[in-house]
């Protein structure tokens, strides 16, 4: 039995139920819990699981978390199709992902259990809203009877608590309206659940006044709910016992939670930042990665303009069109939008100027699943356009690495006056994880140079004339006296730049873009084998990173050597690549597509990787990598 | 980049040292010519003046300008001058566009460009038809038209680009003629004035798949009773010897033409480009018939409204006000929401 920790003690605002005679809870420590807030999109699972989130971080628990919501708005109340869920782990020590199965479920109605009742393990606790367990909520969702009476639940623990009676209870002589004393109900939620786990509460308290602060009957009434949630569970029989996750050991320095779309806005806002250099965002709203565009919109002081376009062909050529001008043009999407950029990446591409797209991918075809997540838009990333069209291509690997992952690709545009695709997906870019704040002067010098004069021999101007090393050509921007030029879509001339229909120059040119993307400086890929046994080796990209690395750190555990890699890089392929695959006898590539980077290595490397892929929306969860990779390093 | 010095220049600092590949007879010509001779008046340094074209036979023209220029893909260039004007007021921006391009493939950045009022002066170089391609009907070619593409006449409503410029809030619309060197470089001094979106609507002649289309505006013997020519403050009189007048009849929605002998003088409208009230400037551009009688050419509205690319900027411009050091307030948003520190 651990000491109440700092932080993790009763409302001082609110009376303390020990001293009213209830004896002292048992508190059991536990290294890790997941726990799933589940209920209508109308409920605030999302906020609930974000404030959850955010006062287990101040505790300094690791974290993972799983936003899990539906396209529509506000799908009818109750049913299946508006179950709206927020998952998160956290424990004592550092965790790659938010768990494959929850350990407690928070269901704020019969559709929320029902749509989650099959991922949680026999045994797990369900936290049950009664007061929405009603006759036709059931019915709703195909319940013949009230599985909070029936022995359906028998396998589970299960607590029946009226969520929404009790916190209109509590807020009876708060002046507020029936409807927002029962909108409050997440707040008691979240009140008994930060009592059950012994999380601090004053995050909370301070969020609450923040968002309510033009009302402030609604601060009172949102704090009072949170307040009866806790003392709730103080009280009640029904929790015999509270739980306490101590901190992890985490490296020193500050830290905050993050998710991945903040973290990748930010990463721009740092390399504009570090370059020096205005940022135009030219974007138009998609989900998921709406939130990039929301974020930078707010950061103009640093020099940050956001254009919302009629379109995402228009998005593109906003950011290209900046770039022309000696901005850092970026355009965020999905891939959707990305299909409708190719044409304008292309001409980025001709036109060799730095630009960065972000996609955060989000299941296809078409429309597909818009909140789900995917990583199918590799292919289209690496080849997507018409004619020879090579740009550079990196992915983020999980939330915070967004923040890096958006430096590099801007890194890369502005140094190699290129395109450069940044892959995210749902999965990263909804999901948070704890980051420690990094140092601006650790952040990389991304400072450019624009051509000020000639820099021919014969002291003439030549756009297309490369710098050496880079491969580069000059930025020189409109308004600079002398070096007044035209650039565009046709095959121009080597140097001069000027329309070239001669097939020499072009077979040169396809070459020379296609070497000039090869020629890029990335660092090699590092392997982590800490036997030096391992014959295996789990070959990665982008989110995919936690679930492999929670299943090869499980498989290493059991004694079992397994060797893990994983690209931030995939176009141009780190140079130590080959040498990497081919210590190795067997390498495996789990991937939320179809074998897209599969497909890439076996034609770049003439290895035959095994291929491990799912499409259903969701990340891998460790436990699935963990057997597939066993069965494989079986049979080597 | 500092402010404006006078600068001399001349026609030939504007031209390229690349050769012209139009048709010969095109009226492409003209308009280049009109726009190298006119450049020069603005004082304008040549490195502040950038043309961005899209696809087509008009868009090769920043070629042929010793400007910055971007020959870009088929109906974005207002697009991506919006991203260029945007984040470089210091800059002159030209559009140059055709009927297939700003139109069809374009059409929604058009549009766009014109409502947000971005500070782009924008030059549709209107042949109706599809040049570049080898003559298909455009979305300004008439109903019926017989076109490679279309041998039993075009199905297709034609736009009016006037009226739908006028429809997408445009703050400045104006038409000229290729041909009309004087006129044309009229009209692109009052765009190049113009603070916001300038539309420039060009009847430029494709003399190899629509020869002649707008000759009657330009023959002699026709185009004194087609051409309603449009001057702010003046009566809108046309035809030999002033024979003819615009007016508002009452109870009519639109504009009529009538013979000035028949019309008491007090019923002939003067021409009014500043109303605010768009109806007017719409119901000019409804004067023209498909056969072009009673055209108005000149500007048909000009307003001022704040540009786009002013109120973005002064977003930016107060936000910065209250800006730092930047690395700092870089570490400062880092560090932001809620943190907590690990020893």
Redesign the interface.
Same mark, same amino acid.
């Given at each position: 039995m651990a000491e109440q920790r700092e932080g993790a003690g009763q409302l001082s605002e609110h009376p303390d139920p020990n001293e009213h005679g209830h004896p002292a809870k048992e508190v059991h420590q536990l290294d890790r819990v997941v726990i799933r807030f589940a209920g209508d999109s109308g409920d605030g699972m999302q906020l609930t699981g974000d404030r959850f989130t955010?006062e287990t971080?101040?505790l %300094?628990n690791d974290i993972s978390t799983l936003p899990n919501f539906p396209a529509e708005i506000r799908a009818p109340a109750g049913t299946l199709p508006g179950v709206s869920s927020f998952q998160v782990a956290f424990a004592d020590y550092d965790i790659l992902t938010p768990g494959d199965a929850p350990n407690v479920l928070v269901a704020m109605n019969p559709a929320a259990l029902k749509a989650n009742i099959a991922d949680l393990p026999k045994g797990g606790t369900i936290i049950a809203n009664t007061d929405e367990f009603t006759k036709r909520n059931l019915q709703k969702v195909g319940y013949d009877s009230n599985p909070l009476e029936d022995d359906s639940l028998a396998g589970w623990q299960v607590h029946k608590v009226g969520l929404t009676s009790m916190t209109v209870g509590a807020l009876a002589e708060h002046p507020v309206s029936k409807k927002d004393a029962e909108r409050a109900k997440n707040m008691f939620a979240l009140g008994l659940l930060s009592w059950l786990y012994s999380r601090p509460h004053e995050?909370t308290m301070a969020f609450l006044e923040k968002k309510f602060a033009a009302r402030p009957e609604l601060v009172a009434a949102n704090k009072a709910a949170f307040a009866a949630g806790w003392n709730f569970g103080e009280t009640t029989e029904g929790f015999a016992v509270r739980y306490e996750v101590p901190?992890a050991q985490?490296?020193? %320095?500050?830290?905050?939670?993050i998710t991945g779309n903040t973290a990748l806005a930010?990463g721009l806002?740092?390399a504009g930042?570090r370059a020096?250099l205005?940022i135009?965002l030219?974007a138009y709203p998609i989900t998921p990665a709406s939130d990039i565009l929301h974020e930078l919109s707010k950061?103009?002081?640093?020099?940050v303009?956001t254009?919302q376009?009629?379109?995402e062909?228009?998005?593109v050529?906003?950011?290209?069109?900046?770039?022309?001008?000696?901005?850092l043009?970026i355009t965020s999407t999905s891939g959707p939008g990305v299909a409708l950029k190719s044409?304008?990446i292309?001409?980025a591409v001709a036109?060799e100027l730095p630009l960065v797209v972000v996609d955060v991918q989000r299941a296809g075809p078409s429309t597909g699943l818009p909140t789900k997540t995917e990583q199918a838009d590799l292919s289209m990333a690496l080849f997507g356009r018409h004619g020879e069209a090579p740009v550079a291509v990196v992915a983020a690997q999980s939330p915070t690495d967004c923040f890096h992952a958006a430096i590099e690709a801007c890194r890369i545009a502005l140094t190699y006056r290129t395109p450069v695709i940044l892959l995210s997906d749902g999965y990263v870019a909804n999901g948070s994880e704890p980051w420690l704040?990094?140092?601006?002067?650790d952040l990389p010098d991304l400072r450019v140079e624009f051509a000020t004069g000639p820099n021919g021999e014969d002291g003439k101007f030549y756009p297309y004339l490369r710098d050496p090393q880079t491969m580069a050509r000059p930025w020189a921007v409109? %308004?600079?006296?002398?070096?007044?030029?035209?650039? %565009?879509?046709?095959e121009k001339a080597d140097k001069t730049g000027?329309?070239s229909y001669d097939p020499a120059n072009h077979d040169f040119m396809v070459r020379t873009r296609a070497a000039r993307i090869e020629a890029i400086d990335v660092p090699d890929v590092a392997v982590e084998d800490p036997s030096g046994e391992a014959k295996v080796l789990v070959l990665g990209w982008g989110s995919t990173y936690g679930p492999i690395g929670a299943a090869a750190r499980a498989l290493r555990q059991r004694g079992i050597n397994v060797a893990q890699a994983h690209l931030r890089h995939l176009n141009p392929l780190p140079k130590n690549l080959g040498e990497v695959l081919a210590a190795y006898d067997k390498v495996v590539i789990p991937e939320m597509n179809l074998g897209q980077l599969a497909q890439v290595i076996r034609a770049r490397f003439l290895i035959d990787v095994v291929g491990y892929n799912q499409v259903r929306g969701l990340p891998f969860t460790s436990t699935q990598l963990e057997t597939m990779l066993e069965e494989v390093i079986k049979n080597v | 980049?500092s402010n404006a010095v006078p600068v001399q220049l001349t026609m030939k600092d504007f031209k390229?040292d690349?050769e012209v590949r139009w048709c010969p007879g095109c009226g492409d010509y003209a308009i280049l010519a009109a726009m190298q001779s006119f450049l020069p008046e603005l004082g304008i340094?040549?490195?502040?003046t950038?043309f961005?074209s899209g696809?087509g036979c008009s868009s090769r023209f920043?070629?042929y /300008?010793?400007?910055?220029?971007?020959?870009?893909?088929h109906g974005?260039a207002p697009?991506?001058?919006?991203? /260029?004007?945007?984040?470089?007021p210091?800059?002159t921006v030209w559009v140059v566009t055709g009927d297939g391009d700003a139109l069809s493939i374009g059409g929604?950045?058009l549009i766009?460009a014109l409502r947000r009022n971005v500070n782009l002066k924008i030059l549709l170089f209107n042949n109706k038809i599809y040049g570049l391609t080898k003559g298909q009907y455009s979305p300004t070619s008439e109903l019926g038209k017989i076109t490679k593409s279309t041998p039993s006449g075009s199905s297709d409503a034609p736009f009016n680009p006037i009226s739908l410029a006028l429809g997408a809030e445009a703050s400045f619309v104006a038409r000229t003629i290729d041909s009309d060197r004087k006129h044309l470089q009229s009209v692109l001094r009052q765009a190049a004035d113009h603070q916001g979106s300038a539309f420039v609507e060009i009847y430029q002649n494709c003399n190899i798949f629509n020869d002649g289309a707008f000759d009657v505006l330009k023959e002699p013997e026709t185009r004194d009773d087609y051409l309603i020519r449009l001057e702010h403050g003046q009566p809108l009189t046309f035809g030999a010897d002033g024979s003819h007048v615009v007016t508002h009849p009452a109870g009519s929605f639109g504009l009529a033409v009538g013979e000035a002998a028949a019309t008491d003088p007090a019923d002939v409208l003067v021409h009014d480009a500043h109303a605010e009230d768009p109806a007017y400037a719409f119901a000019l551009s409804r004067l023209a018939g498909p056969d072009l009688r009673h055209t108005p050419v000149g500007v048909f509205r000009s307003v001022r409204r704040p540009s786009y690319d002013e109120l973005?900027r002064n977003? /930016?411009d107060?936000?910065?006000a209250?800006?730092g050091e930047?690395?700092q307030? /870089?570490?400062a948003?880092?560090?932001?929401?809620?943190?907590?520190?690990?020893?």
């Open positions: 955010s971080a101040q %300094g995050s901190p985490m490296a020193p %320095g500050n830290y905050r939670n930010l806002v740092a930042v020096q205005p135009v030219g950061h103009k002081k640093f020099g303009t254009v376009a009629e379109d062909i228009a998005a050529g906003v950011a290209l069109g900046a770039s022309y001008g000696g901005s043009g044409e304008t292309s001409l036109l704040l990094p140092e601006i002067s409109p %308004g600079t006296p002398g070096l007044e030029h035209r650039i %565009g879509g046709l000027d329309i | 980049m390229s690349q340094p040549r490195e502040r950038v961005v696809i920043p070629y /300008l010793n400007t910055y220029g971007m020959h870009s893909i974005r697009a991506i001058a919006t991203g /260029l004007s945007v984040s470089r210091d800059l929604n950045h766009h973005v977003q /930016l107060a936000a910065k209250k800006a930047p690395e307030d /870089l570490a948003l880092l560090n932001s929401g809620d943190t907590w520190t690990i020893l």
